[in-house]
């Protein structure tokens, strides 16, 4: 449909005048600014710290009050629930399960450790901005991948379900230097089957990077000359948190606004002690109530008068602040954000003196779920993102694998109770394989090394104990050979 409309649109128009129009709707869009203040509030640039105290004045419009305390206190339970859930699905480092050995050994390459960093940092963006790019190129004969934030690539889908794009657009902000000045620049990289196409925004217009030429995608160098050549797709795959395309932010922001509004009040109340009791003045000897306020705080005394119509004095009403109003409602808060954000709260846990495993999986109930349909939409961009590595490997001629079956596994780093888990895994000795077993104990990081431990082990008491057998023969043999002599 959006290519449809797409081409429908660049018949009437000019194509770049089509995309310079798209850019500045984007830009706008909603989608995009929740991305960009998911990133902010992750970032702990909350809402609250632009608040101010605020009173209705004269002719009934708010004014600002500056001489009341405003506290900005930020609890970010946002960026608690981001860590929590991206930790949970990859926190720890991905495994492939296949049955071609080479194959599996190259894929341990190619996603090592510092693209577990990367991957992991990229769940974090796909909370903050429910989609995250990987981007897939090759530099000095290695495939590296780097990663573009929701809100830089604008994709032109193919079809209804997004999950193929016909052409995308990078919007991004670099720093151009004008001598000792320096101003914001807006780039912008097109992305299409034929390359890359580079340009400046300027005034909403695109104009040609003059710094930089379009390009293909892949470079070979031989004796011939330098041949580019491209993928034959389009290199950027779109990791999802959930199939509606919806950040994090979005689910719980009135609630992580409501903490810090709480905290923020009671802070306030709690300095505001000279308000906390209401003073009714009687026959006050003075002009005005700023004189009866300095009076107050600077000599701790005021001038009161009586005279024959009324008595002068100085009454005092309390108001108390009840903090454990303000507990309750946090509480509420609290909890509800948890909710909505679909993770866990660790004191479910720790108020129930030894969890078994059945009070462990319906503390992780809602984050598994939600787990799963992450998982869901990251295994189908695996799969996009292993064409491209598989690619890599029959371009640089180290194998065709094209048509390999690998099964890209998850390891969640979820809590269990180890002792109920061992306990399984020895009652199921004799029933299930060692190999299966041995996948389920909360110990062991790697089956196929632990195999081969077991192994090594076995081969070391063997040979133990066949010099314990021998050597009692060894030994009577000598005895016998002394007597003789």
């Not at 341990?108 to 990987?134: H, P, V, Y």
């Not at 950040?247 to 922001?253: Q, V």
């Not at 306030?268 to 107050?296: A, V």
């Not at 292993?386 to 998850?410: H, M, P, R, S």
Request: proline share 2%; hydrophobic share 35%.
């Amino acid at each position: 449909m959006a290519k449809i409309i797409k081409k429908g649109a660049a018949a009437a128009i000019p194509e770049q005048r089509f995309i310079e129009l798209e850019i500045s709707r984007w830009k706008r869009s909603p989608q995009r600014k929740a991305a960009i203040q998911g990133e902010r509030y992750y970032r702990g640039q909350h809402d609250v710290l632009k608040r101010k105290r605020m009173a209705i004045g004269k002719g009934g419009e708010l004014v600002e009050l500056h001489n009341l305390p405003n506290n900005r206190v930020m609890d970010n339970q946002y960026a608690k629930m981001v860590n929590q859930k991206t930790n949970y699905l990859l926190g720890k480092p991905l495994t492939f399960d296949g049955k071609n050995e080479t194959y599996t050994e190259l894929l341990k390459n190619i996603f090592n450790r510092r693209f577990q960093r990367t991957f992991r940092n990229m769940g974090e963006d796909c909370f903050n901005g429910s989609i995250a790019w990987l981007y897939p190129y090759i530099e000095d004969d290695t495939l590296k991948i780097s990663t573009f934030k929701s809100y830089e690539i604008l994709p032109f889908w193919k079809n209804r379900e997004h999950t193929e794009i016909d052409m995308a657009v990078r919007l991004y902000q670099v720093e151009v230097y004008e001598g000792i000045n320096y101003r914001i620049a807006e780039k912008v990289e097109i992305y299409r089957d034929t390359g890359i196409e580079y340009y400046d925004l300027v005034n909403g217009s695109l104009v040609a990077d003059s710094t930089k030429s379009n390009a293909q995608y892949l470079y070979t160098e031989s004796k011939e000359g330098i041949t580019s050549m491209n993928w034959g797709r389009i290199p950027l795959i779109a990791f999802k948190c959930n199939n509606s395309e919806i950040p994090l932010i979005t689910k719980i922001k009135s609630l992580q606004d409501g903490i810090n509004a709480i905290l923020s009040d009671f802070q306030n109340n709690m300095q505001e002690d000279y308000r906390n009791t209401i003073l009714i003045i009687k026959n006050f000897g003075g002009t005005d109530l700023s004189e009866f306020r300095h009076n107050l705080m600077v000599a701790g005394a005021v001038n009161v008068k009586s005279t024959q119509e009324a008595q002068g004095g100085v009454d005092a009403l309390e108001i108390n602040v009840n903090s454990e109003n303000y507990k309750a409602i946090l509480d509420i808060f609290k909890r509800a954000l948890v909710s909505n954000a679909m993770g866990y709260d660790a004191a479910d846990l720790r108020t129930s003196g030894s969890p078994n495993q059945m009070n462990i999986k319906s503390v992780l109930n809602d984050i598994d779920l939600d787990a799963n349909s992450m998982e869901t939409e990251f295994q189908a961009a695996f799969e996009d993102l292993l064409w491209f590595v598989n690619q890599f490997l029959a371009f640089t001629g180290q194998g065709d694998f094209l048509k390999e079956q690998v099964n890209v596994v998850f390891n969640r780093d979820t809590i269990i109770s180890e002792s109920e888990v061992i306990t399984d895994i020895k009652n199921s000795v004799g029933i299930l394989s060692d190999e299966t077993l041995i996948a389920q104990h909360p110990y062991v990081t790697n089956v196929q090394e632990e195999l081969e431990r077991i192994q090594q082990q076995e081969q070391r008491n063997l040979e133990k104990a066949t010099q314990s057998l021998n050597y009692p023969n060894a030994h009577t043999h000598g005895e016998d050979e002394d007597e003789e002599s």
